[in-house]
């Protein structure tokens, strides 16, 4: 798996150049897409792991240790932002000076859409990424050796510290990169929407990282039961996604504002609704009938498949979000997997260089027995 | 008491891994019409005992595309077909409107039916007796001991080898379960004598209820109260004039305010003659004209009165302001049609006031001169 990882990070690394060589903007949003994606993933899994603390979950217990390697991406996010930060105005409109000096609305939301508190924030959710991050898996990495229930307890507490500002990061980060390259634009649920993709993200990697270590024996003791609630929550949060876009859509459609319909009539124009309807099948009607039944939730060789497809239905999202404003009309080039494929190398890297250092399975957590004896 | 024939074989455990332990022998046995019964869920009972899996998410999926099918159906029957209504400016026919009231009905006939299907195909409703109720081994289960109850009916039952099994797995009180002769147990009995007995005396009393409040409570003391009240209303009767009219006259020889009779009512000549604007033209005054035109005339007449509104192509056509015979037209014209109509126009004068009607005046007058503009108007 390393050697894929190392082929994918290698090409998708040379793509990456090449694109910001060849396009300058377009590699600046397809970057704005892979650093969304790493972002999603990592920081998805920190909350997987939250939440397992915060509800006592058992069943996920042999498989959190995974989850934590994942979690270690949110290192890596600061660097994929570099490129970024030197190519913010081909991106932002906001950057534009002359633009924003003539915009009332640019002018009003310069406050907070400038690029030293752009800037800032990002620092400030990067650091609190990683800290979290530390300190969940010291805690989890320690009670490896000292089998002691405290541990677990502190990690309670952490998850119940992390949520809120969880939640707080993860909605800003979706206004930051998402909802400021349209800065004209608005909506309120933004941020949760980005959140759903988050989830289904994190857990197409987790998922697909488990089934393949069980398969080729590194996680025994798992079962049907277990890969259940994997299934059970890549379907619901595949429901959480069509009901918040549904929502988002449905509401700018009925209040027919000229300043928010735009954004939607952009992606039902020039090609871009092709694109719509795809998202609609993609990331709604495929999975939602191939996850319907208890048993597809339960088959890992179903799992495995809809979790890639859960990671290439969020890049498509991602490209859909933003892409539009990049150009009205719909454009799909050799750039669009440059960052992605980075991205999918750095993941297995990742993963990868943890597990060689690091016990596969919480050996020293209390719940672990229960975990193994899991069953529906 | 007397006993019917053999319902099922019983036995007790103590504890969870006791039972899942006995229905993975059980089912190991090849026994198959065989229920666990446990105080709380017992995880993996399901599969210990080998249970294949259930028919009921059939029928909510079958249930649940019956919802989507009728809401949508009924929706596009009333919002398309039926009684079609612009709202908000949105077509007949809007499916993210519909979205909501769908997913809603959708989940609901799921949900609701589905639990019917259950009860009445699974527990042949409304046949509730059932020969466990009210055993020993019953309340043992409800309280604190897990059970096992292999019945007679299976075809591979056999009383002595049953029996043995569960003594092997170390089963307390096996016990017999006999069908009560009195409450027999005869599979599905939708057509029930007293059941159906009882679903039409419920319909008719509350059919006959319904129809009695509505038609007759209402109209009694003291619920008419509301309706008949004592205060006058318009155009009611009233025994307090002399004429039994309720409503009255305005006083002799009095013209209320704003209500001055248009002096050129029928004499469209007349009022080209005599009109003359009172208003002398100013930008606010134009303004509050172009705000009103567009309000009022430039649904039928255009944005710009050329005659190009969404009506165009209809006959009889809104004409352009800008015909010859329109601007030849004196003020006190324009004013006139605004005030009685023509033609297929109807009369303006109830929603614009009399100053706004001058005002439009003078804004058609501008959008007249702006489209024969010229030369000199641009210097």
């Known amino acids: ?376 | 008491m007397n006993k019917g024939p053999l319902y099922s074989y019983t036995a007790l455990f103590d504890t969870a891994d006791d039972i899942i332990h006995a229905a993975e022998e059980a089912s190991k046995k090849g026994y198959k019409k065989f229920d666990c019964h446990t105080p709380f869920p017992v995880h993996g009972l399901d599969r210990a005992m080998r249970n294949p899996n259930s028919k009921l998410g059939y029928w909510a999926l079958f249930f649940g595309a019956v919802g989507a099918v009728s809401a949508i159906s009924l929706i596009t029957w009333i919002s398309a077909v039926d009684y079609p209504l612009v709202i908000g400016g949105k077509p007949f026919w809007s499916w993210p409107a519909f979205v909501p009231v769908t997913f809603e009905v959708t989940v609901l006939l799921a949900s609701v039916l589905s639990t019917v299907a259950m009860i009445t195909f699974y527990f042949k409703f409304p046949n509730t007796a059932h020969p466990l109720h009210d055993t020993p081994y019953m309340k043992s289960v409800s309280a604190n001991k897990f059970g096992i109850s292999i019945q007679a009916d299976d075809p591979k039952f056999d009383e002595r080898t049953v029996k043995e099994l569960l003594k092997s797995l170390h089963g307390r009180e096996i016990a017999p379960v006999f069908y009560d002769p009195v409450e027999s147990f005869h599979g599905l009995k939708l057509w029930d004598l007293k059941f159906i007995g009882v679903l039409a005396v419920t319909a008719l009393t509350v059919s006959a209820l319904t129809y009695g409040t509505l038609n007759y409570a209402l109209y009694m003391e003291p619920f008419n109260w509301m309706m008949n009240q004592p205060k006058l209303k318009a155009q009611k009767p009233s025994e307090l004039f002399s004429d039994g009219i309720g409503m009255r006259q305005p006083v002799q020889g009095t013209v209320a305010r704003g209500f001055l009779p248009y002096a050129f009512k029928g004499k469209p000549d007349e009022a080209a003659k005599y009109l003359i604007n009172p208003l002398m033209p100013s930008k606010e005054l134009i303004e509050r004209g172009k705000g009103r035109y567009l309000t009022f005339c430039s649904p039928c007449h255009g944005n710009f009165a050329r005659g190009d509104s969404r009506l165009n192509g209809q006959f009889p056509n809104p004409p352009t302001l800008h015909s010859d015979k329109v601007r030849n037209w004196p003020d006190g014209s324009i004013y006139h049609v605004i005030t009685e109509g023509q033609n297929v126009m109807p009369s303006y004068a109830a929603q614009i006031a009399r100053d706004d009607r001058w005002a439009i005046v003078h804004y058609i007058r501008v959008l007249e001169r702006a489209h024969n503009a010229k030369e000199s108007d641009l210097q």
Do not use: C
Request: aromatic share 16%; net charge positive; charged share 15%.
């Open chain 1, 1 to 376: 798996m390393t050697m894929l990882g190392w082929a994918l990070f290698a090409a998708g690394l040379v793509l990456t150049f090449a694109a910001y060589l060849v396009d300058h903007r377009h590699a600046a949003f397809n970057n704005v897409i892979g650093l969304l994606l790493l972002i999603s993933v990592a920081v998805g899994a920190l909350f997987l792991i939250a939440l397992e603390y915060l509800t006592g979950a058992v069943w996920s217990v042999p498989m959190r240790r995974i989850v934590e390697f994942i979690g270690g991406l949110v290192v890596l996010v600061p660097l994929l932002a570099i490129p970024l930060f030197f190519s913010l105005h081909q991106v932002f409109e906001w950057t534009h000076v002359n633009s924003v000096t003539q915009d009332r609305l640019l002018m009003a939301k310069a406050p907070y859409l400038n690029e030293y508190f752009f800037f800032a924030r990002f620092v400030v959710f990067a650091a609190l990424w990683i800290v979290f991050y530390r300190l969940f898996t010291r805690n989890s990495l320690r009670q490896d050796t000292v089998q002691e229930a405290t541990f677990t307890r502190r990690n309670v507490r952490l998850g119940a510290l992390f949520m809120p500002i969880f939640a707080i990061t993860i909605t800003f980060t979706a206004v930051d990169w998402i909802m400021s390259i349209e800065p004209h634009w608005f909506s309120t649920i933004l941020g949760v929407y980005y959140f759903s993709g988050t989830l289904l993200a994190a857990l197409g990697v987790a998922t697909y990282f488990i089934i393949t270590l069980h398969e080729n024996g590194s996680l025994p003791n798992l079962r049907r039961d277990h890969f259940y609630s994997l299934g059970a929550l890549m379907f619901v949060f595949t429901n959480f996604w069509a009901y918040i876009a549904f929502s988002q859509f449905m509401l700018t459609w009925y209040a027919n504002l000229p300043e928010e319909t735009f954004w939607f009539i952009k992606r039902w124009q020039n090609g871009w609704e092709y694109v719509s309807v795809l998202l609609i099948i993609v990331r709604f009607a495929v999975p939602y009938a191939v996850l319907l039944s208890q048993d597809a939730k339960m088959d890992p060789r179903r799992l495995k498949i809809m979790a890639i497809w859960m990671l290439v239905a969020h890049v498509l999202d991602l490209y859909w979000l933003t892409m539009p404003t990049f150009s009205s009309n719909v454009t799909i080039s050799w750039i669009e997997i440059s960052t992605p494929m980075l991205v999918a190398g750095v993941i297995i890297l990742m993963v990868s260089y943890k597990m060689k250092r690091h016990n596969l399975i919480p050996v020293g957590d209390p719940k672990l027995k229960r975990g193994w004896d899991f069953h529906l």
